[in-house]
């Protein structure tokens, strides 16, 4: 569905951010975003020895935590 392409959109999107900033930098973060629809981002980070282990989530439909419509990426960042 479109709200489905939407959300990986999003996540894409903030997996990209975080390979782009300092690695010092990367901590979780979320914002509300959307379109027609209204998208909850929620990007967890788990640092480990020299790797950060980042998930993005992106729920809507509602845009709540609880929310049965989810998209979830993942992604491990090595210390530069």
Do not use: C, M
Request: hydrophobic share 30%.
């Amino acid at each position: 569905s479109k709200s489905t392409t939407t959300a990986t959109t999003l996540a894409q999107d903030k997996l990209e951010y975080f390979k782009k900033i300092d690695y010092s930098s990367i901590a979780g973060t979320s914002l509300l975003t959307g379109t027609s629809t209204v998208y909850y981002l929620v990007a967890d980070v788990v640092t480990s020895t020299n790797t950060k282990t980042i998930t993005v989530d992106v729920y809507w439909n509602p845009a709540t935590l609880t929310s049965s419509h989810k998209v979830q990426l993942k992604t491990i960042r090595a210390e530069d």
